[in-house]
């Protein structure tokens, strides 16, 4: 079980989050403008990075808001937290083959 | 407790030591194994004292009904399972290894009807060659329809031990702990590390298996530290443990997995270990330990490995290491006259100890070219008959091994030269090497690395920060090398804590032998072939041989984890300890390969298996999950209501009269609504405060349809839609003020909404200014719906109601029953409603007053199931039940309600081209031809029946009830295409071949007009 350190709460076990998926996908302005497929890679599509990735949480059992986490899906290790609508930290973005 | 002199209660237990050993011969327990009563002491496992009493024949295998004996003294024990205590206090597959002795114990063997000595399923292994590997797979495949006989008769005959028939009586429990560091594991390592991080002034937590610390100390009676009995320093170690405050040192506590973040889960054995009547009233009889520490030691030992030999499997034959503990810790000889079999040094510190205490010990037979190393030496010292370059090629013994072969093993050890000779015993120990075991570092996704000289995987590297694994579990099989791993990895942990570990004074100083030289042999050959003339057993507990590994090479797997999954090999409760690498060895050299390119099968919690009640904690009956309760409840109850579970809320489902049943009891509810009136606690309906000057702003975004124009005191419908175009929620909500709103959601979709409305302020639009209140609970809520609900209303509430002040969707503040009240003139039902809202703590009391003053009408309080027919009858969806998350508003018919002219959450996935789709599934109605009767709801729905199947599904039931008002049935159904098939037929297969046809018509069966509505 993930040791999330929520920025309002401080450390806390990941069963008080949720998970929000893949972070930094803004919603296009206007929608009625983009093909089909441009929509669906919007709303579906997202990185299945083996390695460094960037997402989204929410603390849903507690402060019950949302923030970004920079994460290694292959250590799990918790490498940033930081605010929505921050730009993401500079980190070494490690991948593995 | 029975007291006996020590005197008679040696003679009574005839394999017991006179000396020596960690038990208390001044006291004597009695306890009993199926029919037979027998005596042990304080301090012994059921293994030792059944040993003590000359017992080996404890259970017949899962498979082929053998008789089996004890073979190991600890967690990786496959063959000793036993069932203790009675039902409904009894539970199965209790490892007699690690099951401490008290007076009254009861224990019955497993699996053998109808006795332990004289077993009828032993016919199975005379049947042996009729049942390989895969067996199951192979014979029960076809007929698929006779599964079901098959496996009435396969339950009947696998399985071990039995469960319980009754509810468990016990109570468990369950604990959360934080420390600096968890050291798992009290042998030298484990217990030199906490010493070191201790004194650094680390909070230590040290998890240790067994009920004594010591580890394999407690099994070596030579062993010196600093000079001295090496348990002396343990004691020295353990006081000084137990004196500080910052350590906590849990016994029969094993750690049993690794999770992210070290997270581990810890289960503690608290009362077991007591005599029934000895068990402090308030203990849980087991714990669960979810501890998160910083950092994490894991001393976890190492396990030896058993020879894969034939007919390896017989009661008496032990793994040498387990021999040397029954001695040593317990004082007991596992027999007279012994055989040690071994590839490596350590064979020969059990033939040793066997030697010294008077058991004849009539051969070593070593794999080994010579017998070389240490112990070794000691052995052709002490004058002890060395068979080197020598391999058992075969036991005999009808429930104990009486003599085997022993002969000359070829040097590439695939063969051996001749027949042998004959060697009488009724032990024999076996010794193949040492496994560390790496458990909890693999389950913390740590990787292995192969170590060709001692043929083990050691760990490598940690996946995770602060691990570390130390002792034999490494790889430092010596015990100095133990104590001064374990203080180095100490002193790292508290370094990485921030502390200073003083280096100690002088350096503590003990014995390092190492196992080596060794020769491995994973399958040891016998003169005849593999499979015949007897089995090599690989996983004792499951049945599993060396042959049955090569057949499933044969027959075409490869990867190691199907030949587990094929054989099952090392699936067993003892998730293969003992047996898997021996079972990759004998797969790699099939292959051909090298043994760590075969890999290893994955290490999964738990690491011996735990019991349900400490996962259940006190999570169990009332306590299983949250009830909740409207500020109603109580007259419900007291009215007779039944109720149904809607998420957690607990919601009143029909009220029925005497001889009244569901069917009967809705009919009335659903009759009397329309006549006269209804009252229904809608409390449950998720209540949301929306306020903030971008209030309608958000409601734009999120619904379908717009927002920004409705007027202060006027209610709206809407539809909420999720990004992907499909219905999440649906509800009213009105405008409390230019700045506020008060939404309602679905009973179960209320926390959810709350979250996808927060989820898109916070992350999305964080511009917005919008503030949500969760005010569910603050509210009760009561629905007054009928032709005479007017009338009701104003007898207790200062508003004029009439329709011109107060008209359909508009809501007002007023007093109801002098309490403060928003009545909101909303319909569900389609009748003239108000839903009237009160401080939740004046719900019940507004409750009678409209109850008590609606009788002279006839008021009738009506439950969910009535609500449902009611607003069936309108046609009104409810969320979950005509939509499933694949469904559009374009589906159901709502277009009326999707804003063309401004975006929403959804809006564009509503115009990808396959919404269009005419052969979308469509929300219509259903009317049955035979209007008595009513569809089954989830019923499939075809075009035309056929012959052949499968027959094409075009939709299916969603709502179906009777309808008093309409004096027919009804239902509501997605069918695709289905707005095309308006006036045409389908039909609905039921079970025993009636297909009901139904005529498709609009989803609308009552005041078609809705005048009723707007009254």
Known sequence: ?97 | MAQSAPAAARSSQPFRLSEGGRIDRSRSLTFRFDDRELTGHPGDTLASALLANGVHLVGRSFKYHRPRGIVTAGAEEPNALVQVGRDPRTEPNVRATQLELFDGLGVSSQNRWPSLEFDVGGVNNLLSRFLPAGFYYKTFMWPAAAWETYEKAIRQAAGLGLAPSKPDPDHYDKTFAHCDLLVVGAGPAGLSAALTAARAGARVVVAEQDFLLGGDLLSDRTAKIDGRPALEWVAEAEAELRASDRVRILTRTICFAAYDHNFFALHERVTDHLAPADRPEGLPRHRLWKLRTKQAIFATGAIERPLVFRDNDRPGILLASAARSYLNRWGVRAGSEAVVFTGNDSGYATALDLKAVGVRVNAVVDLRAAAEGPLSEAAKAAGLRILAGHAVTGTEGDKRIARLRAAPLDADGKGVRGSGQEIACDLLVSSAGWSPTVHLHCQAKGSLAWDEAHACYLPDRSMQKGQAVIGSAAGAFGLASCLAGGEAAGREAAGALGLEAKASRKKTQAEDRDFLPMRQLYCVPSDKPLGQGGKHFVDQQNDVTAADLLLALREGYRSIEHVKRYTTTGMGTDQGKLGNLNAIGIVAERLGLPLPEVGVTTYRAPYTPVSFGAFAGRDVDALLDPVRTTPIHSWHERNGALFEDVGQWRRAWYYPKAGEDLHRAVAREVAATRETVGIMDATTLGKIEIVGPDAAELLNRVYTNAWSKLEVGRCRYGLMLKEDGMVMDDGVTSRLAEDRFLMTTTTGNAAPVLAHLEEWLQTEWPDLEVFLTSVTEQFATMTLSGPNARKLLAELCDLDLSTEAFPHMSWQEGSVAGVPARIFRISFTGELSYEINVPAGHGLSVWQALYRHGEKYGITPYGTEAMHVLRAEKGFIIVGQETDGSVTPLDLGMDWIVSKKKDFIGRRSLSRSDMADSGRKQLVGLLTQDPKVVLPEGGALVEAMRDATPVPMIGHVTSSYWSPNCERSIALALVKGGRARLGKTVLCPLEGGKTVPCTVVEPLFFDKEGDRLRA
């Open chain 1, 1 to 97: 079980m993930l040791l999330i350190d929520c920025p309002h709460c401080g450390p806390r076990a990941e069963l008080e989050f949720s998970y929000g998926h893949e972070a930094h996908i803004e919603r296009p302005k206007a929608p009625e403008a983009l093909s089909d497929a441009e929509w669906a890679d919007y709303l579906f599509l997202r990185d299945n990075t083996k390695g460094v990735i960037l997402e989204r949480w929410v603390h849903s059992h507690g402060c019950r808001r949302w923030f970004n986490v920079a994460r290694d899906t292959v250590t799990y290790e918790i490498l940033a937290v930081y605010p929505m609508g921050a730009e993401p930290p500079a980190l070494e973005r490690k991948t593995y083959v």
